[in-house]
């Protein structure tokens, strides 16, 4: 998202003299959070104020995300009433393409029902008609889960049984389903989970040896190499998946190769980043979590390395399919509000064909024009000059 965002101001035909500022909040995978933090961009204070728009910097135009359905979901509801844009780049719930429940929600990727299809006509196509399903413990997962299975039912299929899952299950009952799936009769089991629920799921499946199962994963399952250990991996060694597709991003690879310290001096995420990249800490760390992790062989970061060498062990550069669908996101957006700032009098799509006002874009009118396409919140302000307020560009975890 930095990179498409860089890459829009630096751009002299879209959106000239119009510089796109950003805040970035992490939910946690935490309804709550992404709740929460959504409030907070719309209100413009660290402690939401609902109902309220108390920025100093530009209006916000957009908020693209949430990454996981189950998140995109009470987000839309919120910004549904209010009628922020909320463009998702991962979402594949199909409820939320309903916009009597979600008017204001958009996606750069098909749902649910493009996927199932696939699915059911792998399972056909490998003629497996007896077959599990693991679904995560969400709305989600639950309506995605039972669309999958009516579609595999509907193509000759019968599912065996329907185990649900959680990040927050205890390891005892996980436990339980592990030892169920290895003495079941059904040699293929699809998973319909985000990754971060089947993590002690998939542990549990190689400390019990299960490897007489063959594995299907739905695009709902980001392959996430910092997040599994090398058990999981020998798991995952020859299962099938489903990705959306990806197409090219030019030079984002380069600048990938190029981050480093002295340029990104604002940005949190960025050091705690460079110290797992290179087993190094920072002069006057003292985050106890950050020590413990690193361990105490870990030496003093320099900056004097370059990832370039490291990139393909560092990012899932074989599998960009979420990566670029956020990029296409924020493209979309930018799209719309060039529309918007480019239009004339008399010539507009609003009412008596009148335009936006580009000083206080409302977000309704963003929205109309991104019919199609693209937490994050982005903020537009038209200067002159690239010159984002720092409360405008700042970013929180």
């Not at 204001?104 to 792998?122: D, E, I, K, M, Y």
């Not at 399903?133 to 309506?143: A, N, P, T, V, Y």
């Not at 695009?219 to 597709?245: C, H, M």
């Amino acid at each position: 998202m930095v990179f498409a965002i860089q890459e829009i101001n630096q751009s002299t035909g879209l959106l000239p003299n119009i510089t796109l500022g950003f805040h970035i909040s992490d939910s946690c995978t935490s309804e709550n959070r992404a709740v929460k933090r959504t409030l907070e961009l719309l209100s413009g204070k660290s402690g939401p104020v609902p109902g309220y728009r108390c920025p100093t910097h530009p209006p916000l135009a957009s908020i693209i995300g949430e990454t996981f359905s189950a998140l995109s979901v009470p987000m839309a509801r919120i910004l549904g009433v209010l009628h922020y844009p909320q463009i998702s780049h991962s979402s594949l719930l199909s409820t939320l393409s309903d916009k009597r429940l979600f008017p204001s929600f958009l996606r750069t990727v098909p749902g649910h029902n493009f996927q199932n299809s696939a699915l059911a006509q792998l399972m056909g196509h490998f003629n497996w008609t007896w077959l599990g399903m693991i679904i995560s413990e969400s709305e989600s997962g639950l309506k995605g889960g039972q669309d999958m299975k009516m579609k595999i039912e509907e193509n000759g299929g019968c599912v065996a049984f329907m185990e649900k899952i959680h990040l927050l299950h205890p390891k005892e009952k996980v436990l339980r389903l592990v030892q169920m799936i290895k003495n079941h009769s059904a040699s293929v089991i699809i998973v319909h989970s985000e990754e971060v629920h089947v993590k002690l799921f998939l542990e549990t499946l190689h400390d019990l040896n299960v490897t007489n199962k063959v594995w299907v994963f739905s695009a709902s399952f980001l392959i996430a190499s910092g997040l599994f250990g090398k058990q999981v991996w020998r798991i995952l060694n020859g299962t099938l998946g489903l990705a959306p597709y990806a197409g090219r991003m030019p030079g984002f690879e380069e600048f990938l190769h190029h981050l480093h310290p002295s340029t990104s001096e604002g940005d949190i995420f960025f050091k705690p980043f460079w110290s797992q990249a290179f087993h190094c800490r920072w002069p006057q760390t003292n985050n106890t979590k950050t020590m413990s992790t690193l361990g105490e062989d870990a030496g003093l970061c320099s900056g004097e390395k370059a990832l370039e060498k490291q990139t393909i062990s560092l990012f899932e550069l074989n599998d960009l399919s979420f990566t670029y669908h956020a990029y296409e996101a924020v493209h979309a957006l930018a799209h719309a509000l060039h529309d918007l700032f480019s239009c004339t009098d008399g010539q507009g799509p609003f009412v008596n064909r009148t335009c936006a006002n580009i000083n206080d874009i409302l977000p309704w009118q963003g929205a109309e024009k991104s019919a199609k396409g693209f937490v994050h919140g982005f903020c537009a302000e038209a200067t002159g000059k690239i010159d984002i307020s720092e409360e405008c560009s700042s970013r929180m975890l």
